[in-house]
Nanobody, 124 residues
Framework: QEQLLETGGGLVQAGGSLRLSCAASGRTFNDYAMGWSRQAPGKEREFVAG????????DVADSVKGRFTISRDRAKKSAYLQMNSLKPEDTAVYYC?????????????????WGQGTQVTVSS
């Protein structure tokens, strides 16, 4: 069973940057797509970014396009979310997840394994 641990969250001013990391401890990390989702208080969890199993294909939500970039390092069994030009509306708990698919998917329920989340707070 895959276990995922997110790090890198914190408090940042609007316009600033953060880089989230997700370290996997299981044996299937390199076989499946990975994704980042977020959940703000009182809102549903939403897809933010995804990357295929090979790393050759990525996609991000329209709300973060041009600001967020997802990547993965297969040798280190890690995934990353580079977040630039942060806005107060980006404030949320960010979750790393492993998909049951090899290609990028926006569908939350197609992700089987989840980390515990890391808080990102953007002040205005």
């Amino acid at each position: 069973q895959e276990q995922l641990l997110e790090t890198g969250g914190g408090l940042v001013q609007a316009g600033g940057s953060l880089r989230l990391s997700c370290a996997a401890s299981g044996r299937t990390f390199n076989d499946y797509a990975m994704g980042w989702s977020r959940q703000a208080p009182g809102k549903e969890r939403e897809f933010v970014a995804g990357i295929s199993y090979s790393g050759g294909s990525t996609d991000v939500a329209d709300s973060v396009k041009g600001r967020f970039t997802i990547s993965r390092d297969r040798a280190k069994k890690s995934a990353y979310l580079q977040m630039n030009s942060l806005k107060p509306e980006d404030t949320a708990v960010y979750y790393c997840a492993q998909s049951r698919q090899t290609i990028v998917t926006h569908i939350i329920y197609e992700y089987d394994y989840w980390g515990q989340g890391t808080q990102v707070t953007v002040s205005s």
